[in-house]
């Protein structure tokens, strides 16, 4: 028999190994989890910090780096390529009996939706920060995400090390941007090439690192003291915001103990009340071990419990720890085992070869089969993930991002993730007919993999379009088409949707004779055309008397107009709100025909069209934009120069407003360019169609020939 000292060195042993192997495949009990994601706007060092820790906590035995394309988090090929983070990857860090789930997400704006999806699924959030850069876009972004789910937030103030790096001014910015409730526990000693260490706040002591895994504890330099006491002070009165007993002997002037500001901090962080700062170095690694241990210690475990929908009647149902319940937060294709479903689990286990029940769709009971553990690129194997921790299966048949699993016989259904609407789209054509059968089936699993792309096809223009949240974003989704899914595809600005219409009336008459020996061809009609007001389609009307246009033949002239319509005649568009009367016509009792007559009638519309006054519509679009105060009136000056009518103006607190207009959509194509431009990225934008409305002469002008040229091409 195993002796218990015996059976607790083993396991120590086994997690050592693991920990160093850069793998677990361990349960870890709630209490003793944390699940983290670091954000911030890009270009901050999220990568690189993740790594650090990762290489400080021997998770990886070798330091990679994000310019060479060698780090745990960046794998996919287009991240490599691009040195960009573009998914974001799960990293546990093995530390003290504890595991932490690291969710490196991407900076840069395109990919919000995985920033969104990340914070869905934890319980705080690492705010990275560039120490030479101060706050920027990416953090208010980040930092506001966050805020909406009430989580616990800490700074990191990174590249302490690089040229120009000012903790005081970035801290500075961090207490104007986002409140006095910020606070820095921890001070950097040095700075720029000279930067070697820190000073912890809540133990009055000076860390100083010989490497990345190593430092010594000791007395803060005397140059320091009188900063670090007076911050000290402002760490103090903060800890009381997570306890009242503790507020009311600190306003009764009663010194706080060491270990009552230190419970009193954990609470008010836990809590989301108290913002803590630390800082130092990823490159260098000088920081990184401190950072890591005080996450650990101080972020909030995940609850035991979660709340959320009965899937049939919508009421509030809890869950506690005896039943299932997991969202799906990501969803990818992997090119060896198919569809990969990343989920968190809140409550429960999801065992392997096991059932789960879908509540979203109907009948759906779906087996699971091998559970695994996701580290990077790794896939662990698992019997089970419990409570609290991440995991993935393979080969769920109907579960999408944002889906709840659960036992059948307690459903629930967990509030999902609100992923912001594409911005930008693009035409994508097919380069041959092999990709042409192909392309469907892989762009409806590229939107299975990222929901902030959409993909529709255009009736009106005949294109499918693709859209997503900038450029970007886009051209790395054609990329994945190509290099995932083998379908080779050309990209386009999207065509407009142009319509065709008449502004006065006018009579016409075609009379469609032929004769070529054998039965003739003869069908002649005579119509008159007139505006009907916008929305209201097309009406057809017969006031045929006498029986000029034998009543079999009345539907066919009504097809062949219809047909001259969808075929435009102006420059190719459908034809709308326009009444067409048929008021006369003749026939021959041997040689007319339905077709006959079909051609008298699309040829008299032609013919009576271009006497009718016939305009270009184009599709306008209700624009709400909602900008900083500051970028109000450069927002206005742009939407004008789009040929944009301002309805008016609302402000929204905070230092913005929403600007309202109606904007041609030709005019928008590429919106989301301008305005990240003007606003410095801070400015964001809804749209939907309204009506349409008469384009400009010289507008129409410019389309009808390009139109020309195309179809003569």
Not at 6 to 17: F, G, I, P, T
Not at 306 to 319: F, I, L, N, Q, S
Not at 541 to 558: H, L, M, S
């Amino acid at each position: 028999m195993m002796t218990k000292l015996e059976h607790c060195l083993q396991r120590w042993v086994c997690l050592s190994r693991k920990a160093e192997e850069g793998i677990t495949t361990e349960r870890f009990d709630i209490d003793h989890l944390r699940n983290i994601a670091v954000v911030g706007h890009s270009g901050c060092g999220k990568t690189t910090l993740v790594e650090a820790l990762l290489y400080s906590f021997g998770m990886v035995d070798r330091l990679g780096k994000v310019d060479e394309g060698s780090t745990a988090s960046d794998y996919d090929p287009e991240e490599v390529k691009r040195r960009i983070s573009i998914n974001t990857t799960i990293e546990p860090v093995i530390w003290n009996g504890r595991k932490a789930n690291i969710l490196d997400t991407p900076g840069y704006a395109d990919f919000i939706g995985e920033v969104k999806s990340a914070l869905r699924v934890v319980e705080g959030a690492l705010v990275t920060v560039c120490a030479v850069s101060g706050v920027e876009v990416g953090t208010e972004n980040v930092w506001s995400l966050s805020a909406d789910r009430g989580m616990a937030r800490a700074f990191f103030v990174n590249k302490m090390d690089r040229e120009n790096a000012n903790f005081t001014e970035t801290l500075s910015q961090l207490k104007d941007g986002f409140g006095n409730n910020v606070v820095p526990l921890q001070l950097p000693i040095g700075s720029e090439q000279d930067f070697k260490g820190i000073v912890d706040l809540l133990q009055m002591k000076a860390i100083l690192y010989t490497d990345e895994k190593n430092y010594t504890i000791t007395d803060i330099p005397s140059e320091l003291m009188e900063e670090a006491t007076a911050n000290r002070e402002k760490v103090i009165e903060l800890a009381t915001e997570g306890d009242d007993d503790l507020l009311m002997k600190y306003l009764e002037g009663e010194a706080l103990t060491a270990d009552e500001v230190i419970y009193g901090m954990k609470r008010a962080i836990s809590a989301g009340n108290v913002f803590p700062v630390f800082c130092g170095s990823a490159a260098t690694g000088v920081g990184i071990r401190s950072l890591m241990e005080a996450l650990i210690e101080w972020m909030p475990a995940p609850l035991a419990a979660v709340t959320g929908a009965d899937p049939k009647t919508g009421d509030a149902v809890e869950m506690n720890a005896d039943k299932l319940a997991a969202l799906v937060y990501k969803t990818m294709a992997d090119p060896y085992v198919g569809k990969l479903t990343y989920f968190r689990v809140f409550t429960g286990i999801l065992k392997s070869d096991s059932h789960v029940y879908n509540p979203l769709h109907e009948h759906a009971d779906e087996r699971v089969g091998q559970v695994f553990y996701t580290i990077g690129k790794k896939q662990e194997a698992t019997d089970g993930v419990g409570a609290g921790d991440f995991g993935a299966v393979a080969k769920l048949q109907v579960t999408a991002t944002g889906n709840t699993l659960c036992d059948k016989d307690k459903q629930i259904v967990i509030p999902g993730i609100s992923f912001p609407s594409p911005i930008m789209s693009a035409a994508v054509y097919p380069k041959t007919k092999g990709d042409e059968d192909k392309l469907g089936a892989a762009l409806q699993r590229m939107v299975d993999e990222d929901p902030t792309l959409h993909v529709r096809r255009d009736t009106e223009t005949g294109e499918t379009l693709l859209s997503g949240m900038g450029e970007t974003h886009i051209d790395i989704a054609v990329d994945r088409l190509k290099r995932k899914f083998g379908v080779d595809v050309a990209v386009a600005v999207p065509k407009i949707p142009y319509r065709e219409t008449v502004t006065a009336q006018a009579k016409s008459e075609y009379k469609h004779k032929k004769q070529s020996g054998g039965r003739g061809q003869y069908g002649h009609c005579v119509i008159e055309i007139e505006p009907l007001p916008r929305g209201e389609g097309f009406e057809f009307v017969d006031k045929i008397f006498g029986g000029a246009v034998p009543r079999q033949y009345i539907p066919a002239v009504e097809k062949g107009v219809r047909e001259a319509m969808q075929e435009g005649i102006l420059a190719g568009y459908n034809v709308v709100d326009v009444r067409v009367t048929l008021v006369d016509g003749s026939f021959h009792p041997v040689d007319s025909s339905e077709m006959a007559f079909k051609i008298a009638g699309s040829m008299a519309f032609k013919k009576g069209f271009a006497d009718a006054g016939p305009v270009l519509l184009e599709p306008v679009m209700s624009v709400e934009v909602n900008v900083p105060d500051a970028n109000t009136g450069d927002t206005i000056s742009d939407l004008n120069t789009k040929r944009g009518r301002i309805l008016g103006m609302e402000p929204q607190g905070s230092g913005r407003t929403v600007v309202k207009a109606i904007v041609p959509l030709a005019e928008m194509q590429r919106y989301g360019i301008d305005l990240t431009s003007i606003t410095q990225g801070r400015g964001a934008f809804t749209m939907k169609e309204s009506h349409f409305e008469e384009v400009p002469a010289h507008t129409a002008e410019r389309i009808i020939a390009e139109a020309a040229k195309e179809k003569k091409e």
